[in-house]
């Protein structure tokens, strides 16, 4: 464990939390579980106004295609078999249609790795700790995940078996084999900043 990782909000507990009790938690989504302790989640306006912007983009591709379901900034996984009291919370996810159990969406945090994960860098947010969350997903067997920074307005997409692709805002953004038909220029995910 890393000393990122054993840093909890001001106050907390010294005795280890279960997935189960940060869901009780009024607060619990501002927290990632690693370990069974609270670290803290970083996120600025911004960072925040493009996380919305790109969860409204493709909840709007997948609604129309049924293609799955879109997850929000406060849904977290619980995906890591070698860490089962570690409870990740991505800025956004996206599910396939036919993936969830029973087609249920669960009460508590999700038990299958998204299709897409989504990481928006804030200003707080350090190489080691976007890096760690990247790895965690993918070794998770998420298929895909986007890394957007909104300073350079870029996104970089990573994919199961090490392919990546650093995209700028004339870039165009698919991802065939996990959202079938969806399309966007990078740019859309900066409008209005």
């Known amino acids: 464990m890393t000393l990122l990782e054993e840093q909890g909000p001001a106050g907390a507990s010294t005795e280890p939390l279960s997935p189960e009790e940060i869901l009780e938690r009024d607060e ?3 927290y990632e579980l690693i370990n069974g302790n609270l670290v803290e989640r970083h996120m600025g306006a911004r960072s925040s106004l493009v996380a919305s912007r790109v969860i409204h983009i493709l909840s709007s591709h997948a609604d129309t295609h049924k293609a799955g379901k879109v997850f929000a900034t406060d849904c977290g996984y619980q995906i890591f078999p070698e860490e089962p009291k570690r409870v990740r919370f991505p800025d956004g996810s ?3 249609a036919g993936r969830l159990p029973d087609g249920a969406v669960p009460d508590g ?3 299958i790795p998204p299709d897409l994960a989504i990481e928006v860098v804030s200003p707080n947010d350090t190489a080691e700790e976007v890096e760690a969350k990247r790895l965690a997903f993918l070794r998770a067997g998420a298929a895909m ?3 957007i920074y909104p300073g350079s307005r870029t996104v970089h997409v990573f994919r199961q078996g090490g392919a990546a692709a650093a995209l700028g805002e004339a870039d165009q953004l698919t991802c ?5 038909g969806f399309a966007c220029k990078v740019a859309e995910f900066f409008e209005g900043l």
């Open 94 to 96: 996206f599910i396939a």
């Open 176 to 180: 065939e084999d996990v959202l079938p």
């Open 109 to 111: 945090h999700l038990q």
């Open 28 to 30: 619990g989504h501002r």
């Open 145 to 147: 995940i986007w890394i």
